[in-house]
């Protein structure tokens, strides 16, 4: 199994709501990402999990909180988050510590009202 | 910022042709990625050149990097309407930082 499932595909919030995205990988693989992408723009990377560890935090604003209770699962938890968030979220794994072939996720689009 | 540079930021040609596009990074790097986005959708990784590498192929891809200039290219040959699709190179150190990309469409 060589992929990265993400939940759900779309989410439309307010901005007093709290949701979570979940991102999901069978393949063994040990770092797990976090990217936010906005039209025509590249992704841009917000957080890494190596071995289940949060190793890199790109300077997220608190509104955004990431969570890896196993080996498998990446969440993103999601609370008063403004109009600007609005993005793809893109989730991606890769195989070790080493920044190797990275595989992604199809990404949630997530729109805030 | 980081973030590469990729040039052209916008490119058509017609089904058979072949398509270029050049990437500028501005840090030391490990690596050098190159993947693929169809509208929308998640990233797929096309093919990696290690920073002690000059060139690589992959099927229809090749790819060159120099380091001295920190740049690298991404040729297509006999490109296809299925290769419409938006590109971006990356640059791998403890984290991989994607340039600007290009967004190529393959006139059938």
């Known amino acids: 199994d060589t992929e990265v499932t993400q939940t759900p595909k779309h989410l439309v919030m307010g901005m007093t709501n709290k949701k979570s995205l979940k991102c999901e990988q069978h393949m063994g693989h040990r770092a797990m990402y976090w990217y936010k992408q906005k039209a025509k723009k590249p992704p841009e990377l917000m957080f890494v999990y190596s071995y289940e560890k949060l190793s890199i935090n790109e300077s997220v604003p608190s509104r955004f909180s990431p969570e890896c209770p196993n080996s498998s699962l990446l969440n993103l938890h999601l609370h008063a988050l403004q109009p600007e968030d609005s993005a793809l979220y893109l989730c991606?794994?890769?195989?070790?510590?080493?920044?190797?072939?990275?595989?992604f996720g199809p990404g949630t689009r997530l729109t805030v009202l | 910022s980081q973030q590469g540079e990729e040039d052209p930021q916008a490119l058509s040609i017609q089904e058979g042709e072949n398509a270029t596009m050049n990437c500028s990074y501005k840090t030391s790097i490990n690596n050098l990625q190159w993947y693929r986005q169809n509208s929308g959708r998640g990233l797929v990784h096309l093919i990696l050149?290690?920073?002690?590498?000059r060139e690589k192929h992959s099927g229809r891809l090749r790819v060159t990097l120099d380091t001295s200039k920190k740049s690298s290219s991404l040729l297509i040959t006999a490109s296809r309407a299925a290769d419409t699709a938006s590109y971006f190179c990356g640059g791998a150190t403890n984290k991989l930082i994607f340039g600007t990309g290009t967004l190529l469409a393959v006139q059938p």
């Open positions: 050149i290690r920073s002690n590498e």
């Open positions: 991606a794994s890769s195989q070790g510590l080493t920044v190797d072939e990275q595989f």
